[in-house]
């Protein structure tokens, strides 16, 4: 059970970068769905997060420019980034949870955290 990023790369401002995190395993024992983002010294920060009625929470500071998605076809949640700043430059983790065996005879959820990619914007 793992969870994959992808899609990080160098872009100059004003323009877009999509990332996928792809989910292994059965589509419907993930959930909570969310992009993270950690730029240079900076802490680790929420970037949009799926709820559970499939509505997506956005940071104030990318509000309007960045797009989630969740492709349950796929098994991935994507963020598409649009006139993407500076400022945007980060890594990008996605984090979800796993229904899944936690002790022996009991099941629950486990968070994960996919591996970052970098997301790097020019002026």
């Known amino acids: 059970v793992q969870l994959q990023a992808f899609g990080g790369g160098l872009v100059q401002a004003g323009g877009s970068l999509r990332l996928a995190c792809a989910a292994s395993?059965?589509?419907?024992?993930?959930?909570?769905f969310a992009w993270y983002r950690q730029g240079p010294g900076k802490e680790r920060e929420l970037v949009a997060k799926?709820?559970?009625?499939?509505?997506?929470d956005y940071a104030d500071s990318v509000e309007d420019r960045f797009i989630a998605s969740r492709d349950m076809n796929r098994n991935t949640f994507n963020l598409e980034m649009n006139n993407l700043r500076p400022s945007d430059t980060a890594v990008y983790y996605c984090?979800?949870?796993?229904?899944?065996?936690?002790?022996?005879?009991?099941?629950?959820?486990?968070?994960?955290w996919g591996q970052g990619t970098q997301v790097t914007v020019s002026s």
């Open positions: 984090n979800a949870e796993h229904f899944e065996e936690t002790a022996p005879r009991r099941y629950g959820w486990a968070k994960y």
């Open positions: 395993g059965n589509t419907h024992a993930w959930s909570d």
């Open positions: 799926l709820s559970s009625g499939g509505a997506v």
